[in-house]
C-alpha cells in the first residue's frame, strides 16, 4: 500500500509527539538524564520540521541541522525564519548528546532543549490543517 503525502506527514508528527513526550517526562524523574533529554528534545524538533517540509512538498537532505531545516521552510514562509537561532542550539544534541566522548549537557540545557523543542512544536502544528494533527497537541 502506497502512503500518501498526509501519512507522512502524520507519520512524521506521530515521531515527534513520542520524541518530546520522552524529554519532558524524564526532566520529572529523579535523576534526569539531560544527554538524553536534549538528544529526544532535537530529535522532535526535526521532525515537527520534516512534518511541515513533507506538507509543503519541499524536498530536504538527510540532516540533523535544524538551521539548515528551518531555512528551507522559511523559503517558503518567512514566518520560520526567527526560529533559526533557537534551532541551531538543538543541533549538536543530534550526535553529541550519544556519545561518551563530548560532554554531558546539563540540567538547565536539557530544559532548554525541551522549551525549543516544544515552541518548534507549537510552531509548526500552527501552521498545518486540523486533521493532520489529532493527537499531536
Known sequence: MRRTRDDLVRGWLEKARRDLATAQSQLK???PPADIICFHAQQAAEKYLKAYLV???IEFPRTHALEDLVLLAGAREPAFLP????ASVLTPYAVEARYPEFEVPLFKHAQEAVRIAEKIQAFVLQKLPEELKSGNR
Request: hydrophobic content about 40%; proline content about 0%.
Open 55 to 57: 506538507w509543503r512538498g
Open 83 to 86: 526560529l533559526k537561532d533557537e
Open 29 to 31: 524523574v529523579a535523576e
